[in-house]
């Protein structure tokens, strides 16, 4: 474990990638398995799907093995119930050396109306390793739409506070959150 400054890196692999090249999808119903004794989805099997979800748009970024660094944000904004269909979409929001955050939007649709509404948001972070789990370095990432710029733009500030709460990073050297106040 480093505790040194945070210094976002340029990479040195030459490559670049836009957030459409490794973003992935999936629907689950939610079964009996899945839910508590009110019949509504487990935050813990929910977490379980977007932990999956984001590793295969690290992993197709990076083109690496990842491992779930952190995880920055979760909300529950509303109970989602059995038998609904549940889509996650995650997208890397933004690449540093070896670290990537990526973003997971949730949508529930009704299985009886087909209602479909976004339900849920998180944010997580995975560091490409290679075969000994030595973290490696990772391509650019370019954002294209006006949502991807402004999370890309957003996502150091996340960083550097997810580094002051674990303890990697000193709150003096969080430039970016210093700016806020
Ligand atoms: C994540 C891990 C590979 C980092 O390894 P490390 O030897 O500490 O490496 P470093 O200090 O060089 O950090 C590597 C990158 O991770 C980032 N990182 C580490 N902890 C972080 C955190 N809590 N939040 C955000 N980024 C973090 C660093 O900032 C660095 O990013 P950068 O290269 O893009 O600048 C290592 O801690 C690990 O293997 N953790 C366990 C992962 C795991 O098993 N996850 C599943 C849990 S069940």
């Not at 973003?23 to 977007?50: C, E, F, K, Q």
Request: net charge positive.
């Amino acid at each position: 474990m480093s505790i040194l400054p945070l210094r976002p890196k340029k990479s040195t692999l030459n490559k670049q990638k836009t957030p459409s090249e490794s973003r992935a999808t999936a629907t689950h119903i939610v079964l009996p398995d899945d839910t508590n004794t009110l019949n509504n989805l487990m935050g813990g099997r929910l977490m379980y799907w977007m932990d999956v979800i984001s590793a295969v748009a690290a992993h197709r970024h990076s083109g690496r093995v990842v491992v779930t660094a952190s995880v920055n944000n979760i909300s529950f904004n509303q109970p989602i119930r059995l038998g609904d269909f549940v889509t996650l979409e995650a997208n890397v929001s933004r690449s540093f050396g070896s670290s990537m955050e990526v973003f997971i939007d949730v949508w529930v649709e009704d299985h009886r109306t087909g209602e479909k509404k976004k339900c849920n948001e998180a944010i997580f972070t995975f560091v490409a390793v290679d075969q000994i789990g030595t973290p490696i370095e990772v391509p650019e990432l370019i954002p294209e739409s006006d949502v991807e710029k402004e999370r890309h733009a957003a996502a150091l500030r996340r960083k550097q506070l997810s580094l002051v709460l674990a303890g990697r990073m000193k709150p003096n050297d969080a430039t970016e959150l210093k700016a806020l106040f």
